[in-house]
């Protein structure tokens, strides 16, 4: 499975406060040695092995996480448990030296087709490891609706939460897609709702933050 590639991104992600205990100093460039990022592990309905790859961008201000089979569906062609699909990612990433950094924002992009009276629902929570789960963002749409769908998680600085400084601790992604039926007739429609790419774009771009670690 892909990790640590250098690929252009764009986009994505949300989170609370909770700085090291020397507060690193904010930097606007981000530092030229590259970041690797690798898939430590991944289990979701949403991801299933090998349909999930993550890309650095070349200037370090973001990394993609692409799916290739993150499908929720109700309704004709579909099981009773594809109303619902999650994918928890599990990071490791490495930082060049004396730096640390944080998520700043992230955009989520997919495809939806809900019939009349039918709704989706994206949500997204990431976290550091040992650190408390963030509150997850939601976003919902409603049918009837036949056309690419994109939403936004931002964060101010204030609140950005950065990786521990001096320490290694892994990234968790954890997403998920809904699909009801609502007051559509499931047994004529199929409603749907993807968080993948069929041309090739990439899906998700978490941007990044970068601050400078104290001297020890």
């Not at 961008?57 to 993609?64: K, L, R």
């Not at 039918?118 to 409603?142: D, N, R």
């Not at 990234?171 to 009801?180: K, M, P, Q």
Request: proline letters at 7%; aromatic letters at 10%; glycine letters at 8%.
């Amino acid at each position: 499975m892909p990790g640590g590639l250098f690929t252009a991104g764009a986009i994505a992600a949300l989170f609370a406060s909770s700085l090291a205990t020397h507060n690193p100093t904010v930097i606007k460039d981000p530092p030229p040695d590259k970041i690797v990022i690798e898939i430590a592990t991944v289990n979701g309905s949403g991801c299933p092995a090998g349909t999930a790859a993550v890309a650095v961008s070349p200037d370090n201000t973001a990394f993609t996480v692409t799916y290739s089979n993150y499908l929720a569906q109700v309704g004709v062609g579909s099981k009773p448990t594809d109303f619902r699909k999650n994918c928890q990612l599990n990071l490791i990433v490495h930082v060049p030296q004396g730096f640390t950094y944080a998520i700043a924002s992230a955009d989520y992009r997919g495809f939806a087709s809900l019939a009349d009276g039918a709704s989706g629902l994206e949500k997204a929570s990431y976290y550091f490891q040992g650190s408390p789960v963030t509150t997850p963002s939601s976003h919902g749409f409603s049918g009837p609706y036949n056309d690419n769908w994109q939403v936004t998680d931002s964060v101010d600085v204030a609140s950005l939460v950065w990786a521990p400084c001096g320490e290694q601790r892994n990234f968790n992604i954890n997403t998920e897609l809904r699909v009801g039926a609502g007051s559509s007739d499931p047994r004529r429609t199929t409603s749907f709702m993807t968080m993948d790419s069929t041309d090739g774009d990439i899906n998700t771009v978490y941007h990044l933050a970068w601050k400078q670690c104290p001297s020890a």
